[in-house]
């Protein structure tokens, strides 16, 4: 039902974009607050300045080349704001769909990552939890290749995704064009298929000898899963900080931080463990995993307590360093986001920081489910607009609002991710026997 809906809603956000500049300012002239500034943009542009040049500049009254000059220009300009305009407004449903696509694959990765971190150290107290954790991560391989495919349409500019693949716009940014040898298409694609192999081959291997373990006499798959979770984290460190920088700092090349992967590390390894525990609280309430006690729920609310202010720690670090430095090719992020995205901005702060910090300081809290989960819903949505904070911006500018495409986006991809996750589920016997630290795991209390 969610995949139907949100079908339909993204369809209606494609539908409804202009395809043509006329149709694009009539759209803007229509928002709610677009009609007046429009108005005072056109009056400025056809009557302000050519009042000045007329009535000020001697040159203006004797040369008639000097004024048809003068009008060459504001026809240039534009042509250009409503090609501009244009081009965001035709973005806004590739960027919602972009986003949702990017969110959910995200959750997968962080998932995925957390798991191998519990591979790697040898946990205990994590075992009951590992086949919900393989049963996300079971969303790795759909979402990846979705987000690929977006990548391709990309390169074959069916959008204005990605400035830098645009060969004119090149052309005239010295900018981009000191990055071509990283930014070009091919290069662009080769990396997100090796990313995505990479990140798929682990996320196999490691699931093959977690089902194969439970029929073995011996602890030999364990051993193995154990020695590629600890390569794996090396390879994705690396490839998640490239994949940050390819998949969403490129859509504003002339902007960088070095704490960005960082950054969207932290949110995807919350939203991860996030989600781990609605997955597996809802599970305990239909009768499912007996043995998953309130210590468990209480160490995910740890980490999703204590990785919330990880997140809030880097995200304070980039902002403080860039604003204080005022540096305009870096503080013009901000400044885009503080003016156009004040609410958004500012929310996703209280949702992903103030609002966990307050409610899971408290260590009764997270043992309880209903707190959990309503932590839980608030923290997810809250780094979907943390996500949607860092592409919308740079994708369609101020021509932003919540309508058909994002939610429909949203939804579409919700509900691809839970009939992924949940069919992944009941294939496999929701408790990994075989794991020679289960009874740790079972007897887990304190």
């Known amino acids: 039902m969610l995949i139907l809906v949100g079908a339909a809603g993204l369809v209606a956000g494609f539908l409804s974009a202009p395809s043509s500049v006329a149709e694009a300012q009539a759209m803007v002239a229509d928002a709610h607050h677009g009609e007046g500034h429009g108005e005072a943009h056109g009056e400025a542009t056809a009557t302000g300045h050519g009042n000045n040049h007329a009535d000020n500049s001697p040159a203006a009254e004797t040369t008639d080349g000097h004024a048809e000059t003068a009008t060459h220009d504001a026809e240039t300009h534009g042509d250009d704001h409503g090609e501009h305009l244009l081009h965001q407004l035709q973005n806004k449903?590739?960027?919602?769909?972009?986003?949702?696509?990017?969110?959910?694959?995200?959750?997968?990765?962080?998932?995925?990552?957390?798991?191998?971190?519990?591979?790697?150290?040898?946990?205990?107290?994590?075992?009951?939890?590992?086949?919900?954790?393989?049963?996300?991560?079971?969303?790795?391989?759909?979402?990846?290749?979705?987000?690929?495919?977006?990548?391709?349409?990309?390169?074959?500019?069916?959008?204005?995704?990605?400035?830098?693949?645009?060969?004119?716009?090149?052309?005239?940014?010295?900018?981009?064009?000191?990055?071509?040898?990283?930014?070009?298409?091919?290069?662009?694609?080769?990396?997100?298929?090796?990313?995505?192999?990479?990140?798929?081959?682990?996320?196999?291997?490691?699931?093959?000898?977690?089902?194969?373990?439970?029929?073995?006499?011996?602890?030999?798959?364990?051993?193995?899963?154990?020695?590629?979770?600890?390569?794996?984290?090396?390879?994705?460190?690396?490839?998640?900080?490239?994949?940050?920088?390819?998949?969403?700092?490129?859509?504003?090349?002339?902007?960088?931080?070095?704490?960005?992967?960082?950054?969207?590390?932290?949110?995807?390894?919350?939203?991860?463990?996030?989600?781990?525990?609605?997955?597996?609280?809802?599970?305990?309430?239909?009768?499912?995993?007996?043995?998953?006690?309130?210590?468990h729920i209480h160490d995910l609310g740890k980490f999703m307590f204590g990785i919330s202010v990880f997140w809030t720690y880097l995200w304070f670090s980039q902002f403080m360093l860039i604003w204080y430095s005022n540096i305009p090719e870096e503080v013009t992020y901000f400044i885009t986001r503080i003016e156009d995205y004040n609410l958004p901005f500012f929310g996703m702060l209280v949702m992903n920081f103030i609002f966990p910090l307050l409610v899971l300081m408290n260590s009764d809290y997270k043992r309880s489910n209903y707190i959990i989960v309503g932590v839980g819903i608030v923290v997810v949505l809250g780094h979907y607009i943390d996500i949607f904070n860092m592409i919308m911006p740079s994708a369609v500018g101020d021509q932003w609002f919540i309508g058909m495409a994002e939610i429909g986006g949203f939804l579409f991809f919700l509900g691809l991710f839970l009939w992924v996750v949940f069919s992944a589920l009941s294939k496999a016997p929701l408790i990994a026997k075989g794991d020679p630290y289960m009874g740790e795991s079972e007897r887990y209390h304190y």
């Not at 997955?279 to 210590?295: A, M, R």
């Open 93 to 295: 449903p590739w960027a919602a769909l972009y986003v949702a696509a990017f969110f959910f694959m995200m959750i997968a990765l962080g998932t995925l990552a957390f798991y191998a971190i519990q591979r790697a150290a040898q946990a205990g107290w994590s075992i009951l939890l590992f086949r919900v954790m393989e049963g996300i991560t079971a969303y790795l391989l759909p979402g990846t290749l979705i987000v690929l495919f977006l990548l391709v349409l990309s390169g074959m500019h069916l959008n204005h995704l990605f400035i830098w693949m645009d060969p004119e716009v090149v052309a005239h940014d010295k900018i981009i064009q000191g990055k071509v040898a990283y930014l070009n298409v091919p290069f662009f694609l080769a990396r997100a298929v090796f990313y995505i192999l990479g990140w798929n081959f682990y996320r196999y291997i490691s699931r093959k000898y977690s089902l194969a373990q439970d029929a073995a006499n011996d602890i030999s798959n364990h051993k193995k899963n154990f020695r590629w979770s600890a390569g794996f984290l090396v390879f994705f460190i690396v490839t998640e900080s490239m994949m940050s920088w390819d998949w969403i700092m490129s859509i504003d090349p002339h902007w960088f931080s070095t704490l960005f992967g960082w950054y969207v590390f932290a949110s995807m390894f919350v939203s991860g463990i996030t989600m781990i525990a609605l997955i597996t609280i809802y599970l305990k309430s239909k009768g499912y995993l007996p043995e998953v006690n309130d210590s």
